[in-house]
């Protein structure tokens, strides 16, 4: 009977990937991948709308997004990967929204500041808090959706 491999700390398997060859930047055009599991929008602006309602949050709470830019598929397939194992939120392809402990947040800056010494590339990586109150101001604009979050009615625009 095979014993069951411990999952490697998220760093280390960004090390492998940088010992492997993730090395150079690749192509600009480059395929943006792996958000074939990602959340309708109606489930997204749900999501947003709930944590700006949320009634109770710990004093050591805070809600923050990570915005990346990272040229690599890989890098950036695992990066998605260990945010949405954190807890994190996807908003869109290179966007996370998470509403968790500053540790949380302390550990994600670490572990992401980590990976961006990995290797040469030209990928950016912010790192975004945001207040309640910032939250409740953000509107939302999309296809068939126009969503105002302070208010969560839906709009009409008429050109």
């Known amino acids: 009977m095979r014993k069951k491999k411990e999952p490697l700390p998220y760093v280390e398997v960004l090390r492998r990937l940088a010992h492997a060859g993730v090395k150079d930047s690749p192509d600009v055009n480059r395929v943006t991948g792996y958000t074939e599991d990602m959340p309708s929008l109606r489930d997204r602006v749900d999501f947003l709308i ?62 992401l500041a980590e990976v961006q010494a990995l290797y040469d590339n030209h990928d950016s990586i912010i790192l975004c808090p ?30």
């Open 50 to 111: 709930g944590v700006v309602n949320r009634q109770q949050r710990k004093a050591t709470d805070m809600l923050f997004f990570i915005m990346y830019d990272i040229e690599s598929n890989k890098v950036r397939r695992e990066i998605a990967k260990y945010l949405e194992d954190k807890g994190c939120f996807r908003i869109q392809k290179s966007i996370f929204l998470a509403s968790s402990d500053r540790s949380v947040y302390e550990q994600i800056k670490s572990d």
């Open 130 to 159: 945001v207040s309640t109150d910032e939250m409740r101001a953000m509107k939302v604009i999309g296809q068939e959706l126009n969503i105002d979050i302070i208010t969560q009615t839906n709009n009409t625009l008429f050109f």
